[in-house]
């Protein structure tokens, strides 16, 4: 059974955006960036949000052949192209990029993924996690905590209709007062 692993930059407050989608607070240290390219490079498959689909997808593709483009960047924007997506999104078409659309029932897809062979996945989005996390499907949460407070925007985290127990699994400070923490989901 695969593993699925829900992971984002995160206000302090528990938001992923601010109004707007404003991510403009979330902008990683070089060594955070890093982090997050390491563990696009060991995903077997990463699971997208339309909203987070659309972000993403407008700036990646192409990313590496901006002008002054680091050479992490050229790393990530390569990663990213060349690892497996599955966009969940009954309005966006079409999808590129190693990527295919699901437009059913995305519960009963995630639940067929996971029962496959393969690497690890990251789900990304609110929404599309929201439903992941409600129906139990996500092993493991990553929150790297910025701090700053936006005070509203889309959450983290999401109403869910019953506790999820979790077990720390790692901490780590990033500069500019980051820190990235793991937990597994006990089951």
């Known amino acids: 059974m695969r593993k699925l692993t829900y992971g984002m930059n995160v206000s302090l407050d528990g938001y992923i955006a601010a109004p707007g989608d404003d991510i403009g607070w979330s902008v990683p240290s070089d060594e955070l960036f890093q982090w997050w390219s390491d563990r696009v490079g060991a995903t077997g498959l990463?699971?997208?949000?339309?909203?987070?689909?659309?972000?993403?997808?407008?700036?990646?593709?192409?990313?590496?052949?901006?002008?002054?483009?680091?050479?992490?960047?050229?790393?990530?924007?390569?990663?990213?192209?060349?690892?497996?997506?599955?966009?969940?999104?009954?309005?966006?078409?079409?999808?590129d990029w190693n990527t295919r659309l699901v437009t059913d029932d995305?519960?009963?897809?995630?639940?067929?993924?996971?029962?496959?062979?393969?690497?690890?996945?990251?789900?990304?989005?609110?929404t599309l996690a929201a439903a992941a996390m409600r129906a139990g499907l996500v092993d493991e949460y990553v929150l790297a905590t910025a701090p700053v407070l936006v005070g509203a925007g889309t959450p983290f985290f999401t109403a869910l209709d019953h506790w999820v127990d979790l077990n720390l699994v790692e901490t780590r400070t990033f500069p500019d007062g980051v820190v990235l923490t793991r937990y597994e989901t006990r089951r």
Do not use: C, N
Request: proline content about 8%.
């Open 106 to 126: 995305a519960v009963a897809e995630i639940t067929r993924l996971k029962a496959e062979d393969g690497g690890p996945m990251d789900i990304g989005g609110a």
């Open 46 to 95: 990463s699971l997208y949000g339309r909203r987070l689909w659309e972000t993403m997808s407008s700036h990646w593709p192409t990313a590496d052949q901006q002008p002054g483009v680091t050479p992490a960047e050229v790393e990530f924007a390569r990663r990213w192209r060349d690892m497996p997506k599955v966009v969940f999104s009954s309005t966006t078409r079409p999808v």
